[in-house]
């Protein structure tokens, strides 16, 4: 039924940017209100970078604020992850999510979403 592609990642050096994008096919903005971002690190848990929840607020985990920029085109139902001046603990498999409308408290937590896309592989060297 509804499908998320990843794609954007890359092999980066500290400070270096990428922009990661998330098409969702089989839903609509309306169906999926809810979109995020996840990582997960080898050997860590899945953590949330950033969401977007049904009234459009943008929630960031403390570590990527003022460096990622999470963004939603309703148009082309696709969702963007800017990243900036990144990290070598910025390395992760990064995961779009989408669900229906999710509480504020679980919208960073990977339990609250049913939707995944495959991932795509974001290394950052020093």
């Known amino acids: 039924q509804v499908q998320l592609v990843e794609s954007g990642g890359g092999s980066v050096q500290s400070g270096g940017s990428l922009r990661l994008s998330c098409a969702a096919t089989?839903?609509?903005?309306?169906?999926?209100?809810?979109m995020a971002w996840f990582r997960q690190a080898p050997g860590k848990e899945r953590e949330g970078v950033a969401a977007i929840d049904s009234d459009g607020n943008i929630y960031y985990e403390d570590s990527v604020k003022g460096r990622f920029i999470i963004s939603r085109d309703t148009a082309k139902n696709k969702v963007y992850l800017q990243m900036n001046s990144l990290k070598v603990e910025d390395t992760a498999m990064y995961y779009c999510?989408?669900?229906?409308?999710?509480?504020?408290?679980?919208?960073?937590?990977?339990?609250?979403?049913?939707?995944w896309g495959q991932g795509t592989q974001v290394t950052v060297s020093s």
């Open positions: 999510a989408a669900d229906i409308p999710v509480p504020e408290e679980w919208l960073l937590l990977a339990p609250g979403y049913d939707n």
């Open positions: 089989g839903i609509t903005s309306s169906d999926y209100p809810c």
